[in-house]
């Protein structure tokens, strides 16, 4: 949004500020960020803290100009990027890699086609396939403790470096005896939360203890592994879990070292990576074969049935949904499913439409991208497709732009910031321990 001057279209932003799930003037939406030309935020997986996937603040790109959109440049990275996402904070775009380390890298490139020289990168922390979030100057990802090692930790870093090419995290966060896998750290309230795949959540200080290792402050157990991202919303933090439900436990702990849930919602089937998202009041989250909603104030009792559940013959329901224009948008298959947030009127509701790629047939696993009448997603062929978030007037809609990479292993989700896309992948011609990517694309 460029300059405004009447006031009730400035007053119009800051809602969309607020809806948004960003305070103004914070790191993630920096002072001045929707009343001039100073650049966006993507600080974590999703956008915000609600998980939307819907970025407000997109300008540049449209419907119209996205067809045009080719590669800017490509930053090498080590071993292939396996579900990790981009965050791009003040000028630095972060990524985590399949080998255990984190690459920071200038958001605007090097100068070159591919960029071999980050501003720094992280230690080997064994494996890293979570989304890394920056706030307050800090980086947090999730990781195992070693190579050799399947424990959990929250790994934390200076958003800076550390004045060398190789940094080691500032402190860590023992996150139980199993890796954290596609669970990202979400940072609110001084907490940090993060889903561990022994079957709990884990919530740490967001300043660490002043030791190098650190125990949760609390930990809230579920009854399945956890692959979904922590969302906090109000006073409440959301988790899926492989255990077939939604938990919904006390952002603020329960004083006790191990928590309850408030309530459970019943979804019947795995959640796997799925990352709750939060939007008018609602909760939605997808499963093997579901896209299903909540009402996030609970239904009074301790466990609760869906508002509303998604699917379309049966398919397998990927990746997290992406809210925008009262819609859901989330994988189905190999398609996109777009379904209605209010629901059908019934308990089982089938899409609006379909968003369809035109090319080879592979699974849609990365969570789509909202931003400015566009949706856009990664495909496990190699592309990152781009449609109109509209209707095309048919159940079945073509994409308006496809870009493919040089490797199959497209998981992570489009970041969609400053009139550019970033995604990580892999360059399947190169040698292994430098086959990792992070695309950048531009007009």
Not at 8 to 36: D, I, M
Not at 231 to 258: E, H, Q, R
Not at 320 to 326: D, Q
Request: aromatic share 10%.
């Amino acid at each position: 949004m460029r300059a405004r001057v009447v006031l009730v279209t400035s007053l119009a932003v800051l809602l969309v500020v607020l809806l948004a799930g960003q305070p103004v003037g914070s790191p993630s939406s920096p002072r001045g960020a929707a009343a001039s030309e100073a650049p966006i935020n993507w600080p974590q997986f999703r956008f915000n803290r609600l998980h939307t996937g819907f970025q407000p603040f997109e300008t540049t790109l449209n419907a119209s100009n996205v067809p045009r959109l080719q590669l800017a440049w490509q930053a090498q990275l080590g071993a292939l990027v396996n579900y990790s996402s981009p965050a791009v904070v003040n000028g630095v775009a972060y990524i985590g890699s399949s080998d255990g380390r984190l690459w920071a890298y200038p958001a605007s490139g090097c100068g070159q086609q591919i960029c071999t020289t980050p501003l720094w990168t992280s230690t080997n922390l064994g494996q890293i396939i979570d989304s890394p979030t920056v706030k307050n100057g800090l980086v947090y990802v999730g990781s195992q403790t070693s190579p050799s090692s399947a424990a959990g930790k929250l790994d934390v870093f200076r958003a800076d470096g550390c004045g060398h090419s190789v940094c080691a995290p500032i402190w860590r966060g023992v996150a139980g005896t199993q890796s954290i896998l596609q669970s990202s750290p979400t940072v609110v309230g001084g907490r940090v939360y993060v889903g561990a795949y022994d079957d709990k959540l884990y919530v740490f200080n967001a300043n660490g203890c002043g030791a190098r290792l650190c125990q949760p402050q609390w930990t809230g157990a579920t009854g399945g592994h956890v692959e979904s991202s922590p969302t906090v919303s109000g006073d409440t933090v959301f988790i899926g879990s492989d255990d077939g439900k939604l938990y919904a436990f006390p952002a603020a702990g329960c004083g006790a070292a191990t928590c309850q849930p408030l309530w459970t919602g019943s979804i019947g089937e795995p959640v796997f990576d799925s990352t709750p998202a939060v939007s008018n009041g609602v909760v939605y989250v997808g499963s093997a074969h579901h896209l299903s909603a909540f009402p996030a104030a609970g239904c009074g009792a301790s466990r609760c049935q869906p508002l509303w559940q998604g699917s379309h013959q049966s398919d397998f329901v990927s990746g997290s949904p992406a809210i925008f224009g009262g819609r859901v948008y989330i994988g189905v298959e190999s398609t996109v499913g777009v379904f209605n947030a209010s629901g059908c009127g019934r308990q089982q509701c089938g899409p609006l439409w379909l968003d369809f790629g035109t090319g080879t047939q592979a699974a849609i696993l990365s969570s789509p991208t909202a931003a400015n009448g566009v949706v856009y997603a990664g495909k496990m062929n190699g592309e990152v497709l781009a449609w109109k978030a509209g209707p095309c007037g048919q159940f079945v809609c073509d994409e308006i732009w496809r870009f493919l990479t040089n490797d199959p292993v497209v998981s992570s989700s489009p970041t969609v910031v400053n009139g550019t896309v970033y995604i990580g992948g892999a360059n399947k011609f190169a040698p292994e321990d430098t086959a990792g990517r992070l695309y950048v694309l531009t007009l």
